[in-house]
């Protein structure tokens, strides 16, 4: 396999947290600059300007006759101790005053930020507590402020983390348009458009998975040819048989029609009846079989806005002259106020005309077949009952499917199993469903096809997605 060329993926990651090292980086000096800046200025004080003031103070603290307040320098706190160890001068926390103590005897002479520098006096021992860090010069803003530093590091972690986000985004952004070309060639080959040219990247692992993206979708493209081209062979040859055998049967019944012209026994009378009989019914298998070649050759839906209350109304024309050819009434019931829908018309009109005609053909002489039309959960629904002898437990689960007869239910020799498998067909094309229930109340079947509420975009990607593994 040729290897392919780009840039590691290891490295485009690389690259991105250098970005980030330099940002923090270069946040770290410029806050230390900062700094500089501000003791250059004089605004603050150097981090052991404290230190010197208390090394400075020492020598006055020993001689002075008593430690006063003024003997202090600004930037520290004292405490006094007797030779017991006794507090009798100073300002000094109460919690740091053993640390304090501590510190004279030797034992500490730092604790956390706070440092001690121990003065002795004749009779007493003088403490000085002080901090090495940069100071305001300012007694107010020593007051109310953070110390500078601590600023300063505040300054710095919300940079470092408001780069650190920034640096994120533009990298997220980045491995996006990397994935693009990924992603495009997965949408259009889940979509079954494979007439394309892989554009490849600048990251070579990203090369070898479209690589291997575009072998497969030639691969796919392949097969499907291939199985298109055997199911027009099939289709060819179901439709050539079924007209060939169309001239042999014509012979047949009209040979069998001449017979009755004749002086024939009862039992030639049954026979030549029984041949026009079984003609017949071989006639409408063979009907079927046209029916079914022309029905694997349907294209896709056509998707388009239709008139909803026209639609019903050319429904309910043929489903009036279905049922009163059986002495059967026929009722219709709206209860939408949806003026159009979405989809292929004829094709959902073949589909009721299917199911209405299974309900006229199930139900008893003198019955009645209702449909409701109906809106249930973003679904257009059409739901068309019988009262006939309803559906058995496995013709529930299997009435759909293509050539499914019955003979304990809902039987007759003009049913080939083939209406509610093409309606079941067409509302999966157009991203709906075929629901088979019995009437809750009373006796009788009940079939409901249903379709999306859906706009003609939404409404063709799912029949495309459904066509894809099923066609009628």
């Known amino acids: 396999m040729r290897k392919e060329t780009g840039m590691p993926l290891s ?3 690389l690259k991105y947290f250098l970005y980030v090292s330099a940002a923090v980086t270069f946040i770290c000096l410029g806050a ?16 052991n300007y404290a230190q010197k003031q208390a090394e400075a ?13 003024d003997l202090i320098p600004g930037l520290c706190q004292y405490a006094v101790f007797d030779l017991e160890g006794n507090m009798t001068d100073g300002n ?13 005897s ?6 956390g930020e706070n440092y001690y520098k121990v003065v002795r006096r004749e009779r007493e021992y003088v403490v000085l507590q002080y901090q090495i860090i940069p100071q305001y010069k300012s007694e107010t803003l020593r007051r109310y402020l953070w110390p500078p530093q601590n600023l300063l590091m505040l300054a710095v972690l919300f940079m470092a983390v408001f780069s650190v986000v920034v640096i994120a985004l533009r990298f997220s952004r980045a491995l996006k348009k990397k994935l693009d070309s990924l992603i ?9 458009d494979l007439d394309f040219a892989v554009e490849k990247g600048d990251i070579r692992e990203i090369n070898s998975i479209l690589t291997a993206m575009d072998k497969m979708r030639h691969e796919l493209k392949t097969s499907l040819e291939t199985q298109w081209k055997a199911e027009q062979e099939r289709k060819e040859q179901i439709g050539a048989l079924a007209h060939d055998l169309k001239t042999p049967l014509t012979v047949i019944r009209g040979n069998a029609e001449i017979l009755y012209d004749t002086d024939l026994t009862e039992e030639q009378a049954g026979s030549v009846g029984f041949i026009e009989e079984s003609s017949l019914k071989m006639q409408n298998y063979i009907k079927m079989l046209i029916e079914l070649s022309k029905d694997t050759e349907t294209c896709r839906p056509r998707h388009q806005k239709n008139s909803l209350p026209a639609f019903l109304q050319d429904i309910g024309e043929t489903a009036r002259g279905i049922c009163s050819s059986r002495k059967i009434r026929f009722k219709l019931k709206v209860r939408s106020e949806r003026e159009e829908f979405f989809g292929d018309a004829s094709l959902l009109s073949r589909a009721l005309n299917n199911i209405l005609s299974n309900a006229a053909e199930y139900s008893p002489s003198g019955g009645a077949v209702a449909m409701e039309v109906f809106e249930e959960n973003e679904y257009l629904a059409f739901s068309v009952s019988d009262n006939g002898k309803g559906f058995s437990s496995a013709a529930l689960k299997h009435a759909a499917s293509q050539f499914y007869m ?10 080939y199993g083939i209406g509610l498998y093409a309606a079941d067909r067409i509302a999966r094309q157009h991203g709906g469903l075929l629901v088979l229930e019995n009437q809750k109340e009373g006796r009788g079947a009940k079939v409901t096809l249903k379709i999306p509420l859906c706009s003609t975009a939404h409404s063709k990607k799912n029949a495309e997605q459904v066509f894809s593994n099923t066609s009628i």
């Open 184 to 192: 495009a060639v997965t949408e259009k080959i889940q979509g079954q």
């Open 106 to 111: 030797g034992k500490r002479a730092s604790r």
């Open 57 to 69: 103070a020492r020598e006055g603290i020993e001689r002075a006759p008593s430690v006063s307040r």
């Open 32 to 47: 230390v600059f900062i700094l500089n800046v501000l003791v250059a200025k004089d605004l603050i004080y150097p981090a």
């Open 92 to 104: 000094i926390g109460k919690t740091r005053l053993k640390t304090a103590w501590e510190a004279v």
């Open 406 to 415: 019955e003979d304990a239910s809902r039987n007759s020799k003009l049913h």
């Open 11 to 13: 490295v485009f990651f």
